[in-house]
């Protein structure tokens, strides 16, 4: 079984778009993040969730809002699309926000802005 | 945060040890070392984390001198299937901050 699960692993829109990515973990993790990973390879966190509570928002355009309906999901919805959204979306969990829990990421959402 | 820095490429063949140092010269006394190994179009996985001294698991060891402003992560033997980008972290709490990685290329 696939312990973060993102979908979709694809997604080609058009700029100015609506779209969201859902991120479910089957580990029983309190804690879920969002990163986002440019085309240099360096990955940034956006979000950081702990039992379904927002605890860590970086810098990141209010068109991106994190829903976290319970705490093995947490969304992405990300609106009015823009050429530099294009990235790889990775989700991930921890167990706790401890600096020794290690973080559990998925395979990431490619998401291309035409 | 602390800024660490690792070579951005290294070359292996297999069944070789490979040693990956990473520096972070500004560590705090909460701050955590971690790698992460990265594959094409996958997620990072956790390899190993320590404080201090040194931290063996199935998959690697991890080396850290007393001062702990560096650390050198240890793959033993490694395989074709080596081949990815190591990334070092040091942060406090659940903050990850990734830099650019090393992308260890291991030939036949």
């Known amino acids: 079984d696939t312990a973060v699960s993102q979908t979709p692993k694809y997604l080609v829109t058009q700029m100015g778009n609506d779209k969201s990515i859902k991120c479910e973990q089957n580990?029983?993790?309190?804690?879920m993040y969002w990163y986002k990973q440019d085309s240099k390879k360096f990955l940034k966190i956006m979000f950081s969730?702990?039992?379904?509570?927002?605890?860590i928002n970086e810098t990141v355009p209010n068109r991106f809002s994190p829903k976290s309906p319970d705490k093995a999901h947490l969304n992405l919805h990300i609106n009015s699309l823009e050429l530099g959204d294009s990235a790889v979306y990775f989700c991930?969990?921890?167990?706790?926000?401890?600096?020794?829990?290690?973080?559990?990421f998925g395979d990431g959402t490619r998401l291309s802005i035409l | 945060l602390a800024k660490t820095t690792q070579p951005i490429s290294m070359d292996s063949y297999e069944g070789q040890e490979v040693n990956i140092t990473c520096s972070h010269n500004?560590?705090?006394?909460?701050?955590?070392i971690t790698w992460y190994q990265q594959f094409p179009s996958q997620g990072p996985r956790f390899i190993i984390q320590?404080?201090?001294t040194k931290v063996t698991n199935e998959v690697a060891s991890l080396f850290i001198p007393a001062d702990r402003k560096s650390s050198t992560l240890s793959l033993p033997r490694v395989s074709l299937s080596d081949t990815a980008v190591y990334y070092c972290?040091?942060?406090?709490?659940?903050?990850?901050?990734f830099g650019g990685g090393t992308r260890l290329m291991v030939k036949p």
């Open positions: 991930a969990s921890s167990r706790g926000q401890g600096a020794n829990q290690p973080q559990h």
């Open positions: 580990l029983g993790h309190d804690t």
């Open positions: 969730y702990n039992n379904k509570e927002l605890i």
């Open positions: 500004n560590i705090a006394t909460n701050d955590y």
């Open positions: 320590g404080y201090k």
């Open positions: 972290l040091v942060n406090p709490g659940n903050m990850l901050t």
